[in-house]
């Protein structure tokens, strides 16, 4: 009896020491599996010249001891990455970063490795597949000061995504995120003029006066590609906020106006009829030259005879803007004068928008 209670202890041992035995090789096995994965990835981390490749190996060799989310390890990290940049090994720097944000998803510095990430795609010219690493990092990651230049992740995500997101309801987003977070940063001028002709792109016209309304402060800022950019937000300002009781339904109907008050000879009457933002009166030279305005301040004074005018309209008319020929006006030596009559884009409000003004006088003879 006593021996098959010996027995039956002694299986029991031999059980529990098996268990164990598993336990322990199954530990050993994924510890060996694990460093053999390492030396197998680090083998294909380290390139280049034998100086580099002890480099890199001493980077890999310091990262393995790293806490998971330090400053040290990011500092780590971030050589090995720029090391593939100076060799150009793009293919390379993106595999090892997207290995290590896939790893680690909660890193506090993933936004950063990211941005190499886009970097390193917009060296090897993948315009879109960048943009899509700069919306990521806005959308989805706490904003991060770049190391060694005290500049917002988020800022450069923004300026990159401007230039290469055409979309523009993402351009409304993209400004007015510069605008609000990134004031001291910008040209704010620059950018409510470009916020202005993002919101006309997507035809919200009370946001697009607003943003103008805000550029005007800015006046005199260059902005590369609109040379008229003080006169076209003006104008829409203007505009806006206008009565717009000098505008005709047709081009014929204020042709016909004019040419009546031409033939009665009445300055008052014509002056009604005048645009009361944005008339421009210059020379054909000044159109090469600049905008200065010869400002009409009283017609009365160069209708001393009678004005005549040609039957038709001229022949460089189209179908948005036209020009009447007229003679007979006693000013500066010049008594031609071609009217300028223009169509009137302003969606904002559609009883305005295609009907027609008198918005302007050019002096002399056309060439």
Same mark, same amino acid.
């Given at each position: 009896m006593?021996?098959?209670?010996?027995f039956?202890v002694?299986?029991?041992?031999?059980?529990?020491?098996l268990f164990?035995?598993?336990?322990?090789?199954?530990y050993?096995?994924?510890?060996f599996?694990a460093? *053999?994965?390492?030396?197998?990835?680090?083998?294909y981390?380290i390139?280049?010249?034998?100086?580099?490749k002890?480099?890199?190996?001493e980077?890999?060799?310091?990262?393995?001891v790293?806490?998971?989310g330090?400053?040290g390890?990011f500092?780590?990290?971030?050589?090995?990455?720029l090391?593939?940049?100076?060799l150009?090994?793009?293919?390379r720097?993106i595999h090892f970063?997207?290995?290590?944000?896939l790893?680690?998803?909660?890193?506090p510095?993933?936004g950063?490795?990211f941005l190499?990430?886009?970097y390193?795609?917009i060296?090897?010219?993948?315009?879109p597949i960048?943009?899509?690493?700069f *919306?990521l990092i806005?959308?989805n990651y706490?904003?991060?000061?770049?190391?060694?230049s005290d500049?917002s992740?988020?800022l450069?995500?923004?300026r %990159?995504?401007?230039n290469?997101?055409?979309?523009p309801?993402?351009?409304v987003?993209?400004?007015?995120?510069?605008?609000?977070?990134?004031?001291?940063?910008?040209d704010?001028?620059t &950018?409510?003029?470009?916020?202005g002709?993002?919101?006309?792109r997507?035809?919200d016209?009370n946001?697009?006066?607003?943003a103008?309304?805000n550029?005007l402060?800015y006046s005199?800022?260059i902005?590369?590609?609109f040379?008229?950019?003080?006169q076209?937000?003006?104008?829409q300002?203007d505009?806006?906020r206008?009565t717009?009781?000098w505008?005709?339904?047709?081009?014929?109907s204020?042709?016909?106006?004019v040419? %009546?008050a031409l *033939?009665?000879?009445d300055p008052?009457?014509?002056?009604r009829?005048q645009a009361?933002v944005?008339f421009?009166?210059?020379s054909?030279e000044?159109?090469?030259?600049?905008?200065t305005?010869?400002?009409?301040t009283?017609?009365?004074?160069?209708m001393?005879g009678?004005?005549?005018y040609?039957p038709?309209l001229?022949a460089s008319?189209?179908a &948005?803007?036209?020009?009447?020929r007229?003679t007979?006006?006693?000013?500066f030596?010049l008594?031609?004068?071609?009217?300028?009559?223009?169509k009137i884009y302003?969606?904002? *409000?559609?009883?305005i928008h295609?009907?027609?003004?008198?918005?302007g006088?050019?002096?002399?003879?056309k060439?």
């Open positions: 006593d021996n098959r209670i010996k039956t002694f299986i029991k041992f031999l059980i529990i020491l164990f035995m598993i336990i322990l090789s199954n050993l096995s994924c510890v599996t460093n *053999d994965n390492l030396s197998r990835t680090d083998s981390y390139i280049g010249s034998k100086e580099n002890e480099n890199l190996s980077l890999f060799r310091q990262l393995r790293e806490e998971p330090s400053e390890e500092a780590l990290i971030r050589e090995i990455a090391n593939y940049a100076r150009n090994d793009y293919d720097l970063l997207s290995s290590r944000t790893n680690n998803p909660a890193d510095y993933n950063y490795y190499m990430i886009a390193a795609y060296q090897q010219e993948s315009m960048a943009a899509l690493y *919306d806005l959308n706490p904003d991060l000061v770049i190391y060694d500049e992740i988020h450069v995500c923004l %990159h995504l401007i290469q997101n055409n979309n309801e993402r351009q987003w993209y400004y007015n995120e510069l605008i609000s977070r990134f004031s001291d940063n910008i704010l001028g &950018t409510y003029f470009m916020l002709q993002a919101y006309e997507v035809g016209w946001g697009a006066i607003q103008y309304t550029f402060p005199g800022v902005i590369q590609g040379p008229n950019a003080d076209y937000a003006r104008h300002v505009f806006s206008s717009k009781d505008t005709f339904e047709s081009l014929q204020l042709q016909r106006a040419q %009546h *033939d009665e000879g008052w009457m014509l002056t009829y009361k944005g421009v009166a210059r054909w000044q159109i090469e030259i600049d905008n305005r010869m400002a009409i009283n017609l009365a004074q160069f001393s009678r004005i005549r040609a038709s001229d008319s189209t &948005t803007e036209a020009f009447l007229t007979g006006w006693s000013s030596s008594p031609t004068w071609y009217l300028y009559f223009r302003f969606p904002q *409000d559609p009883e295609g009907r027609w003004e008198w918005a006088i050019y002096y002399g003879e060439f």
